[in-house]
């Protein structure tokens, strides 16, 4: 009795409709996932923390080049945080020698929009060891 309720077409499409349903949610979900991190990645905060690094020699030859910036966790609130007055980011990034992590925390005067740094940490560590090494900015304090 119960197999034969199971197997009828109602539940059968039911049952399809419910699938499609999850997996069409699933991909909406990834889909909007990586179109906030893109849009985030075109924001002054980020081009700045971005820029910050590329400029800096050596930062750029402890990782080795080309540096590559990875995603950003937006979903952490203890490694991304951001309002309109204030940010603060964790950013992956590698380069041939080496991998670490980008700190920055930043302020915009919202008056005339624009973002100065408070204060930015960068930490590399070497692929077969392990071992940090810290840079602070010399030109923030």
Not at 116 to 135: C, G, I, Q, Y
Request: net charge positive; hydrophobic share 40%.
């Amino acid at each position: 009795m119960l197999r034969a309720a199971l197997n009828s077409p109602e539940i059968v499409r039911l049952g399809n409709v419910a699938v499609l349903t999850a997996v069409g949610s699933c991909i909406g979900l990834l889909y909007m996932q990586e179109r906030t991190r893109k849009k985030f990645k075109q924001s002054e905060y980020f081009q700045k923390t971005m820029r910050v690094l590329l400029e800096n020699q050596s930062a750029r030859t402890l990782l080795g080049e080309p540096v590559i910036f990875g995603n950003v966790n937006l979903y952490d609130p203890n490694l991304f945080y951001v309002t309109a007055e204030k940010a603060k980011l964790v950013i992956p990034v590698r380069g041939s020698k080496r991998k670490g992590v980008v700190y920055s925390w930043c302020v915009r005067h919202v008056a005339p929009m624009v973002s100065t740094r408070n204060n930015s940490d960068m930490e590399f560590k070497a692929r077969w060891r392990n071992l940090p090494h810290r840079w602070l900015n010399p030109k923030i304090n």
